[in-house]
């Protein structure tokens, strides 16, 4: 019986010293070796099972996007910057890091992966230009000197790394103090189909049952069909977001249900003139369940004082057609460069050439929105990145 004993005792010595191994075998789930791993954030990925599998998934997208033989110095710069801001999630926060990998799968999944964006986790910005460097453009501030988030965000924009010409979109560098990243959450194809006729009728009548209305009348089932809306993303000439968490756009102490809606293609001239096709890069509010515009609150905070736009049936006036949004010092602000045929926010300077280059910041609070900044963007001949001022 002691005999028997013993020989017990030992066996479950083997098991205790066994696992611990058994259970890091586990969890090296991930792709790299969990026993060296050196941040919070490896830490935790090694303790979360999904956050594993997610991390093997997108290694094995990563490899497989590398084999473009076209663009790998892009891919792996982009991979650079995403590792960076996966790892300033905090420790505690598996969330953050989920949404980080999920949509660096979706960006790496995309027909155009290797194209170098500055917005890391976010959402893919358009194609690079054909030389598919990057550099720097020149703004001069026009209005707003001496303003603490103008001053700041000149700073920012002559700092940023652009991948493509501005009004396709502002890089989130992080490279001067105070402001935060938003992180991005971009729609599937699915979410995108189902919105569309919504924003579609919205933006052409200003009501998002127009296209369903009209739909009752026709034989045409549905108004792009989901292949179609596949297509396009993967082509970048569609793509929407929300941001996770939301975000403050009125400073009312109150989150935001945001949608930006990107449609159209991006960095070319019209031959006929210097004016840029840059798509439209629009901002809205959604209800709770994402499924619907809340058209008053779109039109309280992002319509131009102008009113209905004329040229489409009484079609939604944004302030911009490009428009962006940031966060400085705990404030949100939404920038866009103007749209010439519009003028400026109080309805001047329209169809005048300086428009198409000109980018203002407006900020809403206590119920009013108001410009803050204004700038030019001097050297805007430059379109290719490659020749852009370095």
Same mark, same amino acid.
């Given at each position: ?22 259970? =890091? ?10 026993? @060296? ?15 594993? @599998? ?43 890091? @989920? ?13 155009? =992966? =290797? ?15 054909? #030389?598919?460097?990057?550099?720097? *453009? ?30 396709? $979109? ?7 103090? $105070? ?25 052409? +009548?200003?009501?998002?049952? !127009? ?16 292949? +179609?809306?596949?297509?396009?993303? %993967?082509? #970048? ?11 403050? &756009?009125? #400073?009312?102490?109150? +989150?935001?249900? &945001? ?11 019209? %031959? ?12 809205? &509010?959604?209800? /709770?369940?994402?499924? *619907? ?9 992002? $319509? ?6 004329? &040229?489409?049936?009484?079609? *939604? ?29 109080? $309805? ?7 428009? /198409? ?13 108001? !410009? ?8 805007? !001949? ?9």
């Amino acid at each position: 019986m002691k005999k028997a004993m013993e020989r017990l005792k030992m066996k479950m010595g083997v098991l205790l010293v066994l696992l611990p191994l058994c259970l =890091a075998a586990e969890a090296q789930g991930a792709s790299f070796d969990c026993e @060296k791993a050196g941040t919070a954030v490896e830490k935790l990925i090694c303790a979360d099972a999904e956050l594993s @599998k997610l991390d093997e998934e997108m290694t094995a997208a990563y490899k497989t996007a590398l084999q473009d033989e076209k663009q790998p110095d892009s891919v792996r710069q982009t991979q650079k910057k995403w590792l960076k801001e996966r790892n300033n999630c905090p420790a505690v926060d598996a969330g953050c890091v @989920k949404r980080a990998y999920e949509t660096r799968l979706h960006i790496l999944s995309s027909p155009a =992966a =290797a194209i170098p964006t500055d917005t890391g986790t976010e959402h893919q910005q358009d194609a690079a230009l054909p #030389n598919e460097k990057t550099g720097r *453009f020149n703004f001069e501030l026009t209005k707003g000197q001496g303003v603490m988030v103008c001053e700041a965000y000149l700073e920012r924009l002559s700092k940023s790394d652009f991948t493509n010409p501005p009004f396709c $979109g502002r890089p989130e560098e992080e490279r001067v103090q $105070g402001f935060t990243r938003l992180h991005r959450v971009p729609l599937t194809a699915e979410e995108i189909h189902g919105l569309y006729p919504k924003i579609s009728g919205f933006q052409s +009548s200003q009501n998002q049952n !127009q296209w369903q209305i009209q739909l009752k009348n026709s034989l045409d089932k549905e108004v792009i069909p989901l292949a +179609s809306i596949r297509s396009d993303m %993967g082509m #970048n000439r569609i793509g929407a977001w929300r941001y996770d968490p939301p975000v403050d &756009i009125d #400073n009312d102490g109150q +989150s935001d249900n &945001i949608l930006m809606w990107h449609e159209g293609s991006c960095g070319t001239i019209d %031959g006929s003139e210097t004016y840029p096709a840059h798509g439209a890069y629009t901002a809205n &509010i959604l209800d /709770a369940q994402n499924q *619907f515009i809340d058209e008053t609150r779109t039109r309280e905070l992002f $319509g131009h004082p102008l009113g209905w736009l004329e &040229i489409k049936a009484q079609g *939604f006036r944004y302030l911009g057609i490009t428009m962006g949004i940031f966060a400085y010092q705990g404030i949100y602000y939404f920038d866009t460069f103007f749209e010439r045929s519009w003028g400026d926010y109080e $309805g001047h300077r329209r169809k005048s050439e300086e428009m /198409a280059w000109t980018l203002a910041v407006f900020l809403r609070k206590d119920g009013k929105t108001r !410009q803050v900044c204004e700038y030019y963007w001097t050297n805007w !001949q430059s379109l290719e990145i490659g020749r852009a001022t370095k």
